[in-house]
């Protein structure tokens, strides 16, 4: 086979193309950590709340006794960095624990969102000459210390609360694993063991399966489970499957009845799902069918 430095070239040129398109396109996906070198070390970066404030805490080890101040900026995809906190005085050698306060109203919508964030925390350092170093590191913050930041700040979470078909629902139940999400929501007057009506939004996070794979599994595994359920497939198209199912008690279960969208979003397969005790007489479906079309973005 005859070699062709041309075709060869061209080669080259898209895979450095591609190389850069992608580094500048997904600048996140190409971050680093870089948590030491022979200025400082990283130790542990972490959030507490104080006071109606955040305080973030700064655990590490000053190598380089000509340090004389440093920055903390949170790194943001759209490269609008913020700046956390900064120190204009020498650190001194060995190790530090360094606490910095920011004002919730600067810094709170992370706060709301329920979930596991994690935040790009870059340290630049600066030494007597004016030379400077930069360090940076992943902190993920949990849900469960965010639960205590809302109740410490009063914040609500966001979606704690939602108005729908004229009413105020409450989040009863928020799970967020690997491989699936949950919200279950229920009128305000009702609770988690003593509900007539639930709104839930589950996310499979999974990105092989189709819609109709998982409609396949819910339909099969419900049937197993009470074989008197009346099942109907109501339509499906534009890749978005509504379905509905009722039965009069199966077992130990009360009568109970649903209607559900399944379709491929953002995150994996969605499944938005109206329950009720008892049955759903014609006009109640239709207009569940329709507000069940407009989740997720009605919870915006």
Not at 179 to 191: C, F, G, I, R, T
Not at 199 to 228: D, F, M, Q, T
Not at 259 to 273: D, H, M, Q, T
């Amino acid at each position: 086979m005859k070699f062709s430095f041309q075709k060869f070239y061209s080669k080259l040129v898209i895979l450095f193309f591609c190389i850069f398109l992608f580094s500048f396109c997904f600048p996140d996906m190409v971050r680093k950590k870089k948590t030491e070198n022979n200025w400082f070390k990283i130790e542990k970066i972490f959030y507490k709340t104080e006071q109606r404030k955040i305080e973030i805490s700064l655990k590490g080890t000053v190598k380089n006794p000509a340090i004389v101040g440093l920055e903390g900026f949170e790194l943001n995809e759209n490269s609008s960095d913020i700046l956390l906190f900064q120190q204009e005085k020498p650190l001194p050698i060995g190790s530090v624990l360094l606490k910095f306060k920011v004002e919730v109203t600067e810094n709170k919508e992370w706060i709301r969102k329920v979930g596991t964030t994690r935040k790009w925390i870059q340290i630049v350092l600066k030494n007597d000459n004016g030379q400077t170093t930069h360090l940076q590191t992943e902190v993920s913050i949990h849900e469960s210390d965010k639960k205590q930041f809302r109740k410490d700040l009063s914040l609500d979470a966001e979606g704690e609360s939602i108005r729908l078909d004229g009413r105020d629902w409450r989040l009863v139940s928020d799970i967020d694993r690997i491989d699936q999400a949950l919200l279950q929501y229920v009128p305000k007057s009702e609770s988690l063991l003593f509900w007539n009506e639930m709104l839930s939004i589950h996310v499979y996070k999974v990105r092989a399966s189709s819609p109709s794979e998982i409609y396949s599994l819910l339909e099969s595994g419900k049937k197993k489970e009470c074989p008197n359920i009346l099942w109907n497939l109501e339509s499906e198209k534009s890749g978005k499957i509504s379905y509905s199912w009722e039965h009069s008690g199966c077992g130990n279960l009360s009568p109970s009845s649903q209607i559900a969208k399944l379709y491929k979003g953002e995150f994996g397969i969605y499944n938005i799902r109206y329950d009720r005790r008892n049955k759903i007489n014609a006009e109640d479906r239709k207009r569940w069918s329709e507000l069940l079309d407009l989740l997720p973005l009605k919870l915006d």
